[in-house]
């Protein structure tokens, strides 16, 4: 495909989604179509790291503190999200620095990287629960109701709205994954998964490309969970923080293909449609089921399919690309 | 240009360098030689920053470098390679040589790391066709590669570690006027540090050689030959590979 063909298809394609909740009206798909596209976000921003073999379990903490520092602050001190959210996301940044630091400095890497930051998920998981005063512990939490101005409530009823929004902040995270994979960031961090040494060797400075796309991964998952907790109006700890939605992150990201943009988006899909799927087929007789069938997946994609199910695609197609004459 | 004094290494109980000290003058070619586990590449690390000194000063260009992080030292104007090519092969291999272009010179433009790129991909006669890539490449190719990739970085010193392992004569020859020719051309000052004795010899203003982790002899090519102590701990002792060694040294040096 020529370059104008692809940005012609993209044109076409965002002009359809845009267009969509205004000619399709059912609000159950709208509802799914929200989700997909908030979990596709949360994905996409775990994938930041994921993709350079930075294999975060940590990211449940992030998306977390995004949600519950942003409703926290909105029921306590009636605080907007406008400025909730970015706080939440600060919240997280700073914590992604905290643990990062020590991390890259002392190069922790490979599976004790995963471990230290499967603490890090349990931590703000056990925080919440303990904090059952504010939190409401694992009962969930509500933010409170906007009687008016829900714009400043970051409130809305409509799903019309919520799915704009949603779309918005996805293509947000398509964005930022190009800019990065287009800067020389990418080149370095690509580097340094291969080879720490030699990437400094080459004058890079590991740790703070490390910590550089560890905070960009951190503030964008915290969004993630703020978005998700205003247009659900409830979370409980764990929907979203803790170890199992650190588990579902990795798991979507590797079944839709960390390596390609769109793979985090196709992971959303599978599994958005797999627990929906199984949710309404078994009733509460399913509840855990959807684990369960991500776990023996997991373990499939990782042994026959490990660049996911649009990496893999992606890849068949090459040839045929290369072949064809390009400009 | 390079002036250490008193470089100690230690890793627990084992001393892998020991009081070492020397000097390398602008525009000179260096060669460190020594058997394995001589200390030769322990020091290397030690000039890049890839391991701190027990103790011991190494100053460059006026400042101490020593124990200071490899990407700063780096970015001061010194590049190395390393003994076993380490290219990074999810990298094209402009790519790979752009990126030490970027980040080694301050990380200034994209373009200026483009350039400088395709100047040492051109100088080590590697293609400087955008999407070659590095599995492309063999044993000759990727030293090529992990030269083109300290060159792009900038460097006023090289640090060229053992460089000609794997090659065989003639990749070694060309090999060697390469570094020659990178000193000339370029004004690059090198420390060498090679298996190989006798092409290393015909290439290098001064050599240095190590033992155990201490400097046992220091001088020109045809003098360290020469030197009994270098024949016997370096060449072995066994009579006849040492005399067959040694003329071939001396042949290569020409004395």
Known sequence: ?327 | MLEVQGLVKRFGGFTAVNNVSFRVDRGEILGLIGPNGSGKSTIFNMLSGTQAPTSGSIVFAGAEIGGLAPHRIINGGIGRTFQIPRPFRRLTIFENVSLAGFYGQGRHSRAKAEQAAERALAMVGLPTDRHAAVDGLGAAGLKKLELAKALATGPRLLLADESLGGLDEAEMDQAADMLRKIRDDLGITIIWVEHIMGVLMRVVDRVMVLDHGEKISEGSPSAVAGDPRVIEVYLGTDAETTQAAAAEARRRVGG
């Open chain 1, 1 to 327: 495909m020529t370059s104008q063909g692809r940005l012609a298809a993209w044109g076409i394609g965002l002009a359809a989604l845009v267009a969509l909740p205004f000619v399709y009206r059912d609000p159950y798909h709208l509802h799914i179509l929200v989700l997909i596209l908030i979990w596709s976000f949360a994905y996409t921003s775990w994938s930041m790291m994921g993709r350079f073999g930075l294999v975060s379990l940590g990211h449940g903490g992030f998306m977390g503190v995004g949600a519950y520092v942003t409703a926290l602050l909105w029921n306590h001190l009636g605080l907007t999200p406008w400025i909730g959210i970015p706080i939440g996301m600060a919240a997280a940044g700073l914590l992604a620095l905290l643990v990062g630091y020590p991390c890259f400095r002392f190069r922790i890497t490979g599976h004790y990287f995963v471990l230290v930051t499967l603490a890090l998920s349990g931590i703000v998981l056990q925080v919440i629960t303990a904090t059952r005063d504010y939190t409401g512990g694992s009962l969930g939490y509500t933010p409170n109701r906007a009687a008016t101005n829900r714009l400043l409530a970051l409130q809305f009823d409509d799903k019309t709205t919520w799915y704009l929004i949603a779309l918005a902040v996805w293509l947000a995270g398509l964005a930022i994954w190009h800019w990065v994979d287009r800067s020389m960031s990418r080149q370095a961090l690509e580097a340094i998964s291969e080879d720490e040494d030699a990437a400094a060797a080459a004058g890079v400075d590991v740790t703070a490309e490390k910590l550089k796309i560890t905070l960009i991964s951190a503030l964008m998952t915290a969004l993630a969970g703020a978005v998700y907790c205003q247009y659900q109006m409830f979370v409980t700890p764990d929907t979203v923080s803790g170890i199992s939605v650190s588990l579902q992150m990795v798991f979507a990201a590797i079944v839709g293909g960390l390596y390609v943009s769109l793979g985090p988006t196709v992971g959303a899909v599978i599994t958005i449609l797999l627990a929906e799927t199984l949710r309404i087929g078994f009733g509460t007789r399913a509840v855990g089921w959807d684990n369960l069938v991500y776990g023996v997946l997991l373990v499939l994609f990782i042994i026959f399919l490990p660049k996911g199910i649009l990496g893999s695609v992606l890849e068949r197609l090459k040839p045929q690309r290369k072949a064809s004459p390009s400009p």
